[in-house]
């Protein structure tokens, strides 16, 4: 199998992965879903009810506590057994008041992530689109991701990939360093050219 081959297989199975673990994108559900969600949520008996006034100092603490999204808060202000309206209330002042943000939250939520977790840029926008963040704010968050630390993080992972591998053969050892590259949400084009930079780097090797 040649090395763009293996890279498509792997990329595959990587999104087959990803959509069965939920990082699928929330635009597929269709307007019925969301009617029976709302319903659902509207429905939902809860033991302690509070009142809108009640329930605002609680959410302001859960947003000033780390960055939420829209999705995060209004799940948060749905299980407190406030109604629809009083829920889309709380989440305009929230924003007036700037606790709520989602494009300072999509970009530290994609920051955070890549730094910390390693994780890619596919991967990232998977997870940003699971919690229903707007293609705007995901772009944005992914553009302030620097394209030099980006390279050198994915280039450092394949590396340390590679040599844990030592003992496989050639082509399994290939195909499952790209395997985890792409598992971590790193573009198919980039990984081929992370391990082709590999292959170079002991080509000369065993030149010299």
């Known amino acids: 199998m040649s090395l763009e081959d293996c890279v498509k297989y792997c990329f595959t199975l ?4 990803w959509s ?10 269709g307007p019925q879903s969301r009617i029976i969600e709302t319903k659902a949520h509207q429905l939902q008996p809860v033991k302690n009810r509070v009142t809108a006034e009640q329930a605002f100092p609680k959410i302001k603490y859960f947003c000033a506590y ?18 629809k309206t009083e829920v889309d209330q709380l989440v305009v002042r929230l924003i007036e008041e700037d606790f709520l943000n989602e494009e300072r939250y999509s970009i530290q939520f994609a920051g955070s992530h890549f730094r910390v977790k390693k994780w890619g840029k596919k991967k990232i926008e998977y ?37 844990i591998l030592v003992k496989e053969a050639p082509v399994s050892r290939q195909a499952k360093t790209t395997a985890f590259l792409l598992q971590k949400g790193y573009e198919a084009q980039k990984v081929q050219q992370a391990i082709a930079r590999i292959r170079v780097i002991e080509k000369n090797k065993v030149d010299k």
Not at 14 to 17: A, L, V
Not at 66 to 83: N, T
Request: overall charge positive; glycine content about 4%.
């Open 14 to 17: 990587c999104s087959i992965i």
């Open 20 to 29: 069965r673990i939920g990082y699928i994108r929330n635009d597929q559900k």
């Open 66 to 83: 780390r960055e939420r999204c829209h999705y995060e808060v209004r799940e948060k202000l749905f299980g407190m057994g406030l109604p």
């Open 127 to 163: 997870a940003l689109r699971q919690k229903r963040i707007s293609e705007p704010n995901i772009k944005r968050a992914i553009k302030e991701i620097e394209s030099e630390d980006y390279e050198q993080t994915l280039q450092k992972l394949a590396i340390k990939k590679w040599e």
